[in-house]
């Protein structure tokens, strides 16, 4: 059979048979999945470790092939637990999880929309091409493949819940590629964790006779190799996904976006002038863009904004992305506070009472406290055991990582009770402020 080779420097080779897959292929060629290929999947994460310049289209090939590889190992010994399409669904939904992400991915998440709820749409779209093809596959494709990428379990048609584990849960394909992916690029070296086992000894129980209750769960002979994944994800996160710099330019560029935002609305017609067709939609509040809009955004769309911005009237707009890109000359943001905490609650109220000082203190030094203080605070919690007497309702078997040992069936942390130290909660707040000014933020923040 004439086989689709694409070469990854994970997998050495991606294969598709060109006759029984071909509308796979097609897939793979729409454009909104091909727009992939200009979204970077790291973010800014590149402005820290040069190497992570990889595409999330290189990531969503990384999980498809990572979903061809499940299905033959679980078809083996569980195809009865397969319905009609259900293969189908699950293969373009690993080509489609990412297909909604705006520019540098989640750096602008908050401000060009939620990727997930992006996705639904560009799969439910009569318009789109993901659409079409998938509807001329299966009528009933697009609304399985969309249940399952939600963020949200859909009311209406639910997906069954094993196969959405196997996309989205604190153990899925796409966590098992992008660990990796992202280790490999940013020469982190955290991502070498026994993949192959995981997906290998992956296994289903059958609590009722009810197929939503049908859960994944692991021999006690791979815990070791999941431990490794999940202090991966520690470390990743500590070290690559919220390092302090790339969150800095992060938060950079939230701001330059608000300040555009904040011009488009004050009808200044010279700084309108400066706005790219591709862009305006998106700062305008009066009309929502449309999805044919938010399919012509990619980094290189964003950054040739910034770009231009560089130039305006607008002296906070032109200061803040001539900062962006020149690093040396205008110098960086700098971290003039950070905090770690396990017990938020306290804290958020203590600095941010501090936060009124340091405001007051870049007002009376001619900087506007709301672009020069950069505040960043987020939540780190690599894994969430299954903890039914306190949470009922919220965890379930579906989407945690279960080990059977001694024909007991039982989350991960009652096998290996130290990996309780990766379930804390650790949150995390930063004020980074120009340079020349770090030392009097400092003292006004501690």
Same mark, same amino acid.
């Given at each position: 059979?004439?086989?689709?080779?694409?070469?990854?420097?994970?997998?050495?080779?991606?294969?598709?048979?060109?006759?029984?897959?071909?509308?796979?292929?097609?897939? @793979?060629? #729409?454009?909104?999945?091909?727009?992939?290929?200009?979204? *970077?999947?790291?973010?800014?994460?590149?402005?820290?470790?040069?190497?992570?310049?990889? $595409?999330?289209?290189?990531?969503?090939?990384?999980?498809?092939?990572?979903?061809?590889? #499940?299905?033959?190992?679980?078809?083996?010994? %569980?195809?009865?637990?397969?319905? *009609?399409?259900?293969?189908?669904?699950?293969?373009? /939904?690993?080509?489609?999880?990412?297909?909604?992400?705006?520019?540098? $991915?989640?750096?602008?998440?908050?401000?060009?929309?939620?990727?997930?709820?992006? /996705?639904?749409? @560009?799969?439910?779209?009569?318009?789109?091409?993901?659409?079409?093809?998938?509807?001329?596959?299966?009528?009933?494709?697009?609304?399985?493949?969309?249940? &399952?990428?939600?963020?949200?379990? !859909?009311? +209406?048609?639910?997906?069954? &819940?094993?196969?959405?584990? &196997?996309?989205?849960?604190?153990?899925?394909?796409?966590?098992?590629?992008?660990?990796?992916?992202?280790?490999?690029?940013?020469?982190?070296?955290?991502?070498?964790?026994?993949?192959?086992?995981?997906?290998?000894?992956?296994?289903?129980?059958?609590?009722?006779?009810?197929?939503?209750?049908?859960?994944?769960?692991?021999?006690?002979?791979?815990?070791?190799?999941?431990?490794?994944?999940?202090?991966?994800?520690?470390?990743? %996160?500590?070290?690559? %996904?919220?390092?302090?710099?790339?969150?800095?330019?992060?938060?950079? &560029?939230?701001? @330059?976006?608000?300040?555009?935002?904040?011009?488009?609305?004050?009808?200044?017609?010279?700084?309108?002038?400066?706005?790219?067709?591709?862009?305006?939609?998106?700062?305008?509040?009066?009309?929502?863009?449309?999805?044919?809009?938010?399919?012509?955004?990619?980094?290189?769309?964003?950054?040739?904004?910034?770009?231009?911005?560089?130039?305006?009237?607008?002296?906070?707009?032109?200061?803040?992305?001539?900062?962006?890109?020149?690093?040396?000359?205008?110098?960086?943001?700098?971290?003039?506070?950070? $905090?770690?905490?396990?017990?938020?609650? !306290?804290?958020?109220?203590?600095?941010?009472?501090?936060? +009124?000082? /340091?405001?007051?203190?870049?007002?009376?030094?001619?900087?506007?406290?709301?672009?020069?203080?950069?505040?960043?605070?987020?939540?780190?919690?690599?894994?969430?055991?299954?903890? !039914?007497?306190?949470?009922?309702?919220?965890?379930?078997?579906?989407?945690?990582?279960?080990?059977?040992?001694?024909?007991?069936?039982?989350?991960?942390? *009652?096998?290996?009770?130290?990996?309780?130290?990766?379930?804390?909660?650790?949150?995390?707040?930063?004020?980074? #402020?120009?340079?020349?000014?770090?030392?009097? @933020?400092? +003292?006004?923040?501690?």
């Amino acid at each position: 059979m004439p086989q689709k080779l694409f070469r990854d420097p994970l997998y050495d080779y991606i294969s598709l048979d060109k006759k029984k897959d071909s509308w796979l292929l097609k897939l @793979i060629n #729409c454009p909104e999945v091909q727009r992939l290929r200009y979204i *970077n999947q790291l973010g800014l994460s590149h402005f820290t470790y040069p190497g992570a310049s990889h $595409s999330r289209f290189s990531h969503t090939l990384g999980v498809f092939h990572l979903m061809q590889q #499940c299905l033959k190992h679980l078809n083996k010994e %569980y195809g009865d637990y397969f319905s *009609n399409g259900d293969e189908d669904a699950l293969l373009a /939904a690993a080509l489609l999880h990412d297909v909604g992400h705006g520019p540098f $991915s989640h750096t602008t998440e908050n401000f060009f929309g939620n990727h997930e709820k992006r /996705a639904v749409t @560009i799969i439910a779209d009569p318009e789109s091409s993901v659409n079409r093809l998938l509807t001329g596959v299966n009528k009933e494709l697009p609304a399985k493949v969309a249940a &399952l990428v939600s963020e949200e379990m !859909p009311k +209406k048609n639910p997906p069954v &819940l094993w196969q959405r584990a &196997l996309i989205s849960s604190q153990l899925d394909l796409d966590r098992l590629d992008f660990l990796r992916r992202d280790s490999l690029f940013s020469g982190a070296e955290y991502g070498n964790f026994d993949w192959y086992r995981i997906i290998h000894t992956m296994r289903l129980t059958e609590l009722t006779e009810d197929i939503q209750k049908i859960w994944v769960f692991w021999p006690d002979k791979t815990k070791y190799a999941i431990e490794e994944y999940l202090f991966s994800r520690f470390y990743m %996160y500590q070290s690559v %996904y919220y390092h302090h710099t790339t969150r800095g330019f992060e938060k950079l &560029l939230e701001k @330059i976006l608000e300040r555009a935002k904040q011009l488009v609305s004050q009808n200044n017609d010279i700084f309108g002038n400066s706005v790219l067709p591709l862009v305006k939609p998106f700062l305008q509040k009066d009309k929502e863009p449309t999805l044919r809009q938010f399919l012509n955004l990619t980094d290189y769309v964003l950054l040739t904004q910034v770009s231009v911005w560089k130039n305006v009237e607008d002296p906070i707009l032109s200061d803040l992305s001539t900062k962006f890109f020149d690093r040396e000359n205008d110098g960086l943001f700098k971290v003039a506070y950070k $905090s770690d905490v396990t017990d938020k609650s !306290p804290m958020i109220t203590k600095i941010f009472e501090k936060e +009124k000082n /340091a405001r007051e203190y870049l007002q009376e030094n001619n900087l506007d406290p709301d672009y020069y203080l950069l505040k960043d605070e987020f939540d780190v919690e690599v894994y969430k055991p299954y903890v !039914p007497e306190l949470e009922p309702g919220i965890f379930t078997p579906e989407n945690v990582i279960m080990i059977s040992e001694d024909t007991k069936i039982q989350e991960i942390c *009652n096998v290996l009770p130290r990996l309780r130290s990766v379930t804390k909660e650790l949150w995390t707040a930063r004020y980074y #402020c120009p340079e020349e000014h770090k030392g009097q @933020i400092k +003292k006004l923040l501690s």
